[in-house]
């Protein structure tokens, strides 16, 4: 098979390495300890001195053991019962029944040593009387130098001191074979004989049993075997290696304490498989193990005061865990009674019932010391209730992880094949990275043509698969009716919602509504993380796919519409919802034709509490016949873009929670007063031809009003109430808004109000500041008529950032504002008559202050000593003021270049990003070179700049695009992931070309070809292949390249366009990895660099790479080269 590959492929799970080598330490450690006890050779490990070096690995094996020994003394006996074990265990020795004896060991028995994984040497009493056994010890021992060959030895009725001496019975013997013989044979025999008896081995004089030391050397010798036996568990199972790292620190194999360890997630994320892959690693180091699968389906849930069925659970434990079927359990004590000084490994898959763990492991104390139990679980809860403090989340696999787990069931291979990229992408993002998912709809794509798949795709869109759903509902079923219930909600409408939303909507539905949100948490059914609520979209689909079944033939009977055909269905004909009907998602943005609903479309859905529809500007979605709503319950109403110009007045809205109806065509929201004592948030923004909002002062709870881009509204209502709770007031772009209520005085809990672009606002209600206690964010950009801030905005001392960007006729700031120590941002961009800032103060937290062209700026006083990002283009200021030296914090200093500005102060090893954008300069000023902290240097537009000279060598970042007279680079970059943006600089020479290519990590420059160096090509974007010499059977590889693409413009007139809107329609967009890469439009063409990584496994024979352009119709691939980069040592390790 050959390995296709989209640019780059991660390395895939290679055999837990970390986790493997410490195991194998680990395990060395605790048979020293048994080889001590049981011989007396000088060597005090079992295993071999010489590990194998690691091209043994992939030898080609005829035997599993070659053993050495002379027939007479061993033979009948020892020999025979050790054969019989080998048997048993499964292991091949050699045997060499049909080879002729000769004076010489011939070729036949020197490709037998050689092609065994490893040699026992037998030494008895006349072992050394053969000279053919002799010959067999010298090519042995040359094995195992030169090809790292596993050697044990086992000195049978014969002491090892005699060997290395050759002393006693076994010394007379050696000297009688060496009569006659050359002093050449008798040197490599007399070294062969010292070196084995140095061998970790066995003593026969420390057994009494033989037989047990019979089985003792079997089961050491398959031990071994297993361990030398490169691991093929973790073909196809992509991060599992990821996975064994993260779970070492919690296994803690180290320790001798007995620990419990959780595996938990979600069903269908590969729990089990991760168990399954540990329990191999680690099970032959521990005297007992057992792996318990799939308990919640496999065996009974016992109750709590159910004792025979707990009895039964660790019956069938204690069976499996001892080899022993059909054990009798008289009682609960046996686990401990007998385990408890027995070092073991025991995997409980799958438990859902904290009976179930007290029937099997209830205390760490009922195991001997170093054992380790691995419990998986998707209910959180178990852990915290038996007290597993170690417990392993798992994560959904990262977009390429994901792919390429799709891809090993879809086409056998860890990437795509040609022309199924975006297909199999697709398919990715419909099993949302759940890797049982992404399983399942790979074996059902698998062998599918092209347009196959595409004929699938719609179907796989809304519905799932048999296989998923089953495992899936398994943990749905386990819900209370309740929470069931509260499940629904969110698979229907409230996923990827905020957490306190979710909450108000259905405190009237559920009691203690976030509790029963932690118990779908701790079942892994949701997720709560950064104050969101999401569930996984295939458990959205199980959800969807409950309710559908709840009338599959009528959907007017069900909780939730959510299908948009079957939506349309319900809305425009003559029959009417149920009171079944609960909520409405209708996303009119993709229906695609016109749709006028009835105006009895809602008249029977008389318990209608949620109800969104989503449009868009171009939608044909019409209520021509008006509206008639019945429901008292509506609890949330989202309508995008909404048709009427008033909402129906008949509306009961006594327990509406949320209004959204941004983007409508609404004159008046209703007429009269409404009772609307639940309401707290409302959106009304862009209503461009509403006027006046309604009488809100039964609004008492309203906290969020956002108004934003209501062009048309003049004011807002006078009346009281609805002020009482606000926390948000956002007026941006209210242009027809003449002035604001004096009742927005008594908004004491007002947090943010924004007046940005309110341009016929007259006067800023200065009323609001002295009583804005509250008040974090202002926001009062575009007033025009603002001449100075009044002295109340000291008292809002609470405020974090102050938005006065560009008030043209600021002319200064009240001392005052030094009371704003929490002030954290200052924008004062654009304020074009602001001549100075207040003096002898000190703003503590202000960490962000933009001046961008206040152009009558002259000075900049010290008014913080934490200022992190200072932006002085624009200004007046030509030096960089003096307080910089006390700014222990500053990273970003952005201002105009001028000439005497010949140095930054105290500055130089502070700053990390410069900016010296469109700066007349024919050269870098000499101190940039002594900035040791500059990681990004920005020099764009700087069209006199001729050459770059030396700057730091290790810079991330350097965009020196637009420099048009830019022709030379004098500075070397020694970071090999440093990014470099040449666009536009038409004239820099070859040399520096050449340079740049060379020695970045990504990069844009100009260029009509790729360079003959990047020797794999293709040409017009086609695919490029590289044959792949024959690997033997190692682990997976990652080759490095560095990639060039020449990039093209389909029409060659796009590149003289100026607007900011045709040149980010015409930016080159290249897709690597999934991943977007944007470039700032060139003018012509260029070239952009990357590095790229593709994993080979010895199976590999061929490389695919496949480059696109995201937007073809502006750019396309002229021609793209690879070039193989040299791996290191250090890489290599």
């Not at 060991?105 to 030494?123: D, F, N, Q, T």
């Not at 304490?257 to 069903?267: A, D, F, H, L, N």
């Not at 597993?388 to 090993?408: M, R």
């Not at 297909?423 to 399942?440: D, I, M, N, S, W």
Request: glycine share 6%; hydrophobic share 40%.
């Amino acid at each position: 098979m050959h390995s296709s590959f989209f640019l780059t492929t991660i390395a895939a799970a290679i055999g837990c390495l970390t986790l493997f080598r410490k195991l194998r330490s680990h395990q060395d450690a605790n048979k020293e300890k048994d080889s001590s006890s049981s011989s007396s050779s000088p060597a005090s490990s079992l295993f071999p001195s010489t590990a194998p070096p690691p091209s043994s690995s992939s030898r080609i094996w005829t035997h599993h053991v070659f053993p050495s020994f002379r027939g007479e003394d061993v033979r009948r006996g020892f020999l025979s019962h050790i054969q019989m074990e080998f048997q048993r265990k499964g292991i091949t020795p050699f045997i060499d029944n049909e080879i002729k004896r000769g004076e010489s060991i011939g070729p036949e028995l020197v490709r037998a040593i050689r092609g065994s994984k490893m040699a026992i040497i037998l030494i008895s009493r006349n072992y050394a009387s053969s000279k053919w056994c002799l010959d067999e010890l010298v090519e042995i021992m040359k094995s195992r130098e030169e090809l790292g060959q596993t050697v044990m030895a086992i000195f049978y009725k014969v002491d090892p001191s005699d060997v290395k001496k050759l002393t006693g019975h076994f010394g007379k013997v050696f000297k009688k074979t060496c009569a006659g013989k050359t002093k050449e044979d008798i040197g490599r025999w007399r070294q062969a004989l010292a070196k084995v008896a140095t061998i970790a081995g066995y003593h026969s004089d420390n057994w009494d049993n033989e037989a047990a030391m019979i089985k003792k050397i079997a089961t050491d010798i398959s031990n071994i075997l297993n361990y030398s036996t490169l691991s093929r568990d973790f073909d196809g199972l992509t991060g599992m290696r990821a996975h064994m790292e993260k779970m070492e620190p919690l296994l803690c194999l180290e320790s001798d304490e007995v620990r419990m360890i959780g595996i938990w997630g979600p069903s269908g994320i590969g729990k089990t498989t991760i168990a399954r892959v540990a329990y191999n690693q680690l099970c032959n180091s521990f005297q007992l193990s057992v792996f318990m699968e799939n308990i919640k389906a496999t065996y009974k849930r016992p109750c709590s005061d159910d004792y025979s069925a707990k009895l039964q659970l660790q019956q069938q434990f204690m069976s499996q865990i001892t080899n022993h079927k059909d054990m009798e359990i008289p009682h609960l004590g046996v686990v401990q009674d007998r385990l408890k000084d027995k070092k073991v490994l025991v995997v409980l898959d799958g438990v859902d019932h904290l009976v179930q763990l007290d029937a099997m492991a209830k205390e760490t104390w009922w195991f001997g010391p170093g054992s380790r139990i691995i419990i998986t679980a998707q209910d959180q809860k178990l852990f915290r209730a038996h007290g597993i403090n170690h417990v392993y989340k798992v994560d959904f696999p990262h977009s390429d992880e994901a792919l390429q787990i799709f891809c090993i069931s879809a086409f056998g291979q860890k990437s795509p094949k040609h022309g199924f990229h975006e297909l199999a992408r697709e398919v990715t993002e419909l099993a949302g990275k759940l890797p049982l998912g992404l399983r399942v709809m790979g074996s059902y794509f698998r062998g599918m043509s092209e347009q196959e798949w595409e004929k699938s795709l719609p179907r796989l869109k809304t519905s799932l698969d048999a296989d998923i759903r089953s495992v899936l509902k398994f943990s749905y079923d386990a819900l209370d009716d309740e929470d069931q219930c509260l499940f629904l909600h969110i698979a229907c409408l409230f996923s990827y919602e905020k957490i306190h939303k979710v909450e108000e909507h259905l405190a009237n539905k559920f009691l203690d509504v976030r509790q029963r949100l932690n118990v779908l948490a701790e079942k892994s059914l949701i997720s709560i993380k950064d104050g969101y609520i999401t569930m996984h979209s295939l458990l959205e689909k199980l959800g969807r796919d409950i309710v559908r079944k709840q009338s599959i033939h009528d959907p007017g009977q069900r909780q939730f519409l959510l299908d948009k055909s079957e939506i349309c269905e319900v809305l425009t004909g003559d029959a009417t919802g149920s009171k079944s009907v609960i909520g409405i998602e209708l996303d009119y943005n993709i229906t695609g034709k016109e749709l006028d609903i009835s105006e009895k479309a809602f008249e029977g859905m008389s318990n209608l509490q949620f109800l969104r529809v989503r449009g868009s500007a171009g939608n044909t979605l019409q209520l021509s016949r008006g509206l008639n709503y019945q429901s008292h319950k509506l609890g949330l109403l989202d309508w995008s873009h909404f048709p009427m110009t008033s909402f129906p007045s008949t509306a009961n809205l006594e327990f509406l929670v949320e209004l959204i109806m941004d983007h409508n065509k609404l004159e008046k929201l209703w007429e009269g007063i409404k009772r609307l004592p639940s309401l707290k948030w409302m959106d009304l923004s862009y209503s461009v031809k509403l006027k006046e909002l309604p009488d809100l002062s039964t609004a008492t709870n309203l906290e969020k009003l956002y108004l934003e881009g209501c062009s048309s509204l003049v004011k807002l209502p006078s009346t009281n109430g609805y002020t009482n709770n606000l926390e948000k007031l956002d007026l941006r772009k209210c242009s027809s808004m003449i002035n604001l209520p004096s009742s927005i005085g008594n908004a004491t809990s007002l947090q943010k109000l924004y007046l940005g672009g309110c341009s016929s606002l007259v006067e800023l209600p200065f009323l609001i500041l002295g009583n804005a206690m509250n008040l974090q964010s202002l926001d009062l950009s575009g007033f025009s008529t603002l001449v100075e801030l009044p002295c109340s905005i000291g008292d809002a001392t609470n405020l974090m950032e102050l938005e006065l960007n560009n008030c043209s006729n600021l002319v200064e700031l009240p001392f005052s504002i030094g009371n704003l120590k929490k002030l954290w941002r200052l924008g004062l961009k654009g304020c074009s008559k602001l001549e100075v800032l207040p003096t002898n103060i000190n703003l503590e937290s202000l960490g962000v202050l933009d001046l961008y062209n206040c152009s009558m700026l002259k000075s900049f006083p010290a008014i913080s000593t934490n200022i992190r990002a200072l932006d002085l283009r624009g200004t007046a200021i030509e030096e960089v003021p003096l307080s910089i030296r006390s700014w222990p914090r500053l990273k970003t200093l952005q201002m105009s270049y001028f000439e005497n500005l010949k140095e930054l102060p105290h500055a130089l090893e502070r700053i990390t990003c410069l900016q010296l954008r469109d700066a007349e300069i024919q050269e870098v000023p000499l101190w940039v070179k002594k900035m040791s902290c500059l990681n990004e240097f920005v020099l764009r537009g700087c069209r006199d700049l001729v050459s770059l000279p030396p700057i730091r060598e290790s810079l991330y970042i350097l965009d020196a695009r637009d420099c048009e007279s830019l022709e030379k680079i004098e500075c070397s970059f020694h970071n090999p992931n440093v990014w470099l943006n040449f666009a536009n600089c038409l004239k820099l020479n070859q040399e520096a070309r050449d340079l740049v290519i060379k020695n970045s990590g990504d990069a844009v420059i100009p260029g009509k070809q790729v360079p003959e160096y990047f020797t794999h090509r293709a040409t017009s974007g086609d695919p490029l292949r590289i044959k792949l010499n024959k690997r033997p059977p190692l682990p997976p590889k990652s080759m490095r390249f560095k990639a060039c693409v020449l990039l093209v413009l389909v029409n060659e007139g796009d590149g003289d366009d100026d607007d900011d809107d045709e040149k980010k329609s015409r930016e080159a967009v290249v897709v690597i990895r999934s991943r977007e890469h944007i470039i700032y439009p060139p003018l012509a063409e260029h070239l952009y660099t990357f590095q790229v990584e593709a994993e080979v496994t010895s199976s590999s024979n061929e490389l695919l790479f496949e480059f696109k352009m995201k937007n073809e119709d502006v750019w396309k691939i002229g021609e793209c080269g690879l070039l193989q980069l040299h791996v290191n040592e250090h890489d290599e390790r």
